[in-house]
């Protein structure tokens, strides 16, 4: 049977983790100045992949 292939795309943005996965948040390249502090501060958190995406980023990450 042959080496299942990493879809390179998904390896750039997507991480294993003991829990699931996690990616990279949205809204955090420019303008920065323009958001408020709060939003700012909620966008450090770690960004974690739904439930119901994991199964696809999965099979994109054989071997994560």
């Known amino acids: 049977m042959p080496k299942l292939?990493?879809?390179?795309?998904?390896?750039?943005r997507f991480?294993?983790?003991a829990s699931g996965f996690k990616c990279r948040r949205s809204f955090r390249n420019h303008m920065m100045i323009r958001k408020t502090t709060k939003q700012k501060r909620h966008?450090?958190?770690?960004?974690?992949?739904?439930?119901?995406?994991?199964?696809?980023i999965e099979r994109m990450l054989p071997n994560a």
């Open 5 to 12: 292939k990493t879809n390179r795309g998904a390896a750039k």
């Open 15 to 17: 991480r294993a983790t």
């Open 43 to 56: 966008l450090r958190a770690i960004g974690r992949v739904n439930q119901s995406d994991v199964r696809s």
